[in-house]
């Protein structure tokens, strides 16, 4: 089943606020914060109010993610059981570098009797992830591993790696592709990271359309202010729709059942692109069952 993750909203677990603002916000998920938004004395009221909010329910159709610790602290383990008992919709794991570290997630849920839906995506946010993305990605055919997707970390990667943040993303589109190659070969799932300059419409909005166009499957956002403007450029046009469409209709025409290629108004379309056709569908329906 197709899932829309145009929009994923961070939300410091420590803020109380939030979480129950969350409830009611568009996005098509959202993402409770252990890690680098929760200070180190927040911890601990972090995880509960985490586990307390899940419990309570009320998201909606919204997919719900805990972002855990790093497993370089003394808090993941505590944050992975919290999470593996709250039953969210997924798990994601900072700072992810290695299959070692994937199988000791995997470990965990498993020693403690997660619920085998619960899915867990790595970010990949170090130099040594970005290298090893494919190695990392094809993980996922360990079941052990609950891997189901990335997250881009351009944060941490500018951090170690010196490489700066700056409009059009000129030095990162290469780490971006290469990930986003990795994901597909294996079938994953991958979001973009977060445009800290939330006050920049502009800027949020470009950064959003090129992560579109490079392959991302929607962008983790910071402010509830991004959601709408990120849906937008997420959610296929109604051209692009229109054409989908046309593209499925001529090849059900019964002169074109035996063609691979047709001709469609003046373009050559192949039955490549019906495929890619019905997945634009596939996703505006999604899309349309979220009601954003
Ligand atoms: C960035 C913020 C600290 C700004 O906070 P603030 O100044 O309080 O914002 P506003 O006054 O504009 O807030 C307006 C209302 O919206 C609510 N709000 C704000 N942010 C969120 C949110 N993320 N989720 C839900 N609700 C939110 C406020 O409570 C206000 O509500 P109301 O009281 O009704 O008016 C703040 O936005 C924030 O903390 N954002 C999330 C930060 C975060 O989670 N960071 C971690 C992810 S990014 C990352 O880790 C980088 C990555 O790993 C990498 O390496 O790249
Ligand atoms: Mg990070």
Not at 15 to 25: H, P, Q, W
Not at 33 to 60: C, M, N, W
Not at 124 to 140: C, G, H, N, P, Y
Request: charged share 25%; glycine share 8%.
């Amino acid at each position: 089943m197709i899932r829309p993750r145009r929009s994923l909203l961070f939300m410091p677990g420590s803020n109380a606020r939030a979480l129950e603002k969350a409830r009611n916000l568009p996005a098509d998920g959202i993402i409770l914060d252990l890690e680098d938004s929760v200070a180190p004395d927040a911890k601990a009221l972090a995880r509960d109010q985490i586990a307390q909010a899940i419990a309570a329910k009320g998201f909606g159709k919204r997919e719900v993610w805990i972002r855990t610790n790093s497993l370089d602290t003394s808090w993941w383990i505590d944050d992975v059981t919290m999470a593996g008992q709250a039953r969210p919709d997924g798990i994601l794991v900072p700072k992810v570098s290695s299959v070692a570290d994937l199988n000791t997630i995997g470990d965990r849920l498993a020693a403690i009797g997660a619920d085998s839906s619960i899915k867990v995506w790595a970010m990949i946010e170090t130099a040594r992830a970005v290298l090893d993305a494919d190695k990392l990605a094809a993980a996922s055919r360990d079941p052990k591993t609950r891997l189901a997707g990335f997250v881009f970390g351009p944060n941490d990667i500018a951090r170690e790696t010196r490489i700066r943040m700056l409009p059009g993303r000129a030095a990162m589109i290469p780490m971006i592709t290469h990930c986003i190659l990795a994901t597909r070969a294996h079938g994953l799932e991958i979001l973009d990271g977060p445009y800290s300059d939330f006050s920049n419409v502009d800027g949020f909005g470009q950064e959003c359309a090129q992560g579109r166009d490079l392959g991302f499957d929607g962008k983790t956002l910071i402010h509830p202010g991004q959601i709408e403007a990120c849906n937008v450029i997420f959610t296929p046009p109604a051209e692009e729709i229109a054409q989908a469409r046309k593209i499925i209709a001529a090849f059900e025409q019964p002169e074109n059942a035996s063609r691979g290629a047709i001709r469609l108004d003046g373009q050559m379309v192949e039955r490549l692109h019906a495929d890619m056709a019905r997945r634009t569908i596939a996703i505006a329906d999604a899309i349309a069952a979220m009601g954003n």
